[in-house]
């Protein structure tokens, strides 16, 4: 049988990263090489109805073990990799970590500091990058957990019902279910594999909305522009003074949601400010929009009216709702974590995941750990006992299932 970690090091080899812009689906073709060698491995394993859609997406089912019957689980992993760091030529090497300062080359450390909880791994194996890249764990760690536990349920006979794989692209820039259709799915309820650090368990996300302000302005020669010219650049940062300064990623944590300035550019004719929007409190939520709303207006009132363009569109809303009737979900997972000795911790996701979508359109999905830390950068590293602890839960979940039906047994 192959670990997870062997899988890991293989999989984050592929360059994988999706791109907001191309307007296709899935957004790179890159994502379909590590689509097909995993339906090598699929169909290797002896799963049925192993294929990949139009989207890029790679599906397969796991036969439920004879005389079992169970609710069909999906697990869902996601194969693209962000935008936000170079996803090309990953180099992942296994290190010992032994505390302290950890070089990945001449110029990038990872430090307590830098990296909280680093220090909690001193003595174990790590899988980090060299420096160059991101590592690929969000969420191909997730995919190598999914794979193990698939292939050590097949070669151990362990009694499970019916489960479907699922490997889908373009999660990092929100169009991770792109393609599918619940009904056809026809699974009962699922499981995504794309959280952070060993433990973690979580049924609540951000909602969350991207918002795109447009400022016009007018250019010319500087040299007599006065009374003239309208600088973008300039009417663009005060828009940005605007908003809330303390309401922004790196002064929040928890349940407190954010405006985030992701990009910008332009010139003094055009500038184009790029914000995320993200609140657990669907009420809050609806506020920060507003507040984005009110800026534009203001901006206008200065310059004149449309000199700022705002366009608001929602991304997806907070799973809460739709996990809270099926809150066997979480339990199933808590009992699982605790039977291969890992301590759950039930935390709110700032993010989100394909599984929000999906339990909005009606197959509930709480979100389980993948095991990295420092997920979209250079910085980057998973634990390999991670890797091989959360393959070991995904077994006990599914045939936790098998074993108990949709009531876990009481914690003694």
Known sequence: M???????????????????????????????????ALMQELEALKLEDVHMDDCGNVLATLPASEGVDAPVIALIAHMDTAPDASGENVKPRLVRYEGGELKLNNTVSLTEALCPGLENHVGEELIVTDGTTLLGADDKAGVAEIMAAVE??????????????????????????????????GCDYGYTVDGGPLGELEFENFNA????????????????????????????????????????????????????????????????????????????FEARKAVMEKACAEINRRYGAGTAALTLRDSYYNMKEKILPHMHLVEHARRAMEAVGVRPEI??????????????????????????????????????RSLEKISAILQEIVSGYARYGLEPPPKE
């Open 152 to 185: 050590t349920m097949i070669e151990k006979n362990v009694k499970h019902g019916e489960v479907r794989v699922i490997f889908t692209t373009d999660e990092e820039i929100g169009n991770g279910v792109d393609g599918l259709d619940v009904q056809e799915l």
């Open 2 to 36: 192959e670990s997870a970690k062997s899988r890991f090091l293989r999989y984050v080899t592929y360059y994988t990263t999706s791109d907001e812009f191309t307007g296709t689906s899935p957004s790179t073709e890159r994502q379909k090489d590590l689509g097909r």
């Open 209 to 284: 909305a991207d918002g795109d302000v447009i400022l016009h302005g007018v250019n010319v020669h500087p040299g007599s522009a006065k009374g003239i010219m309208r600088n973008a650049l300039t009417m663009a940062m005060e828009f940005h003074r605007l908003l809330p300064p303390e309401s922004v990623p790196e002064r929040t944590s928890g349940y407190e949601g954010f405006l985030h300035l992701h990009n910008m550019e332009g010139d003094v004719s055009q500038a184009r400010l790029h914000y995320i929007i993200r609140d657990h409190d669907r009420t809050k």
């Open 347 to 384: 935390v709110p996701v700032r993010g989100g995941t394909d599984g929000a979508h999906l339990s909005f359109m009606g197959l509930p999905c709480p979100n389980l750990c993948a095991g990295g830390h420092n997920f979209h950068g250079k910085n980057e590293y998973v634990p390999v």
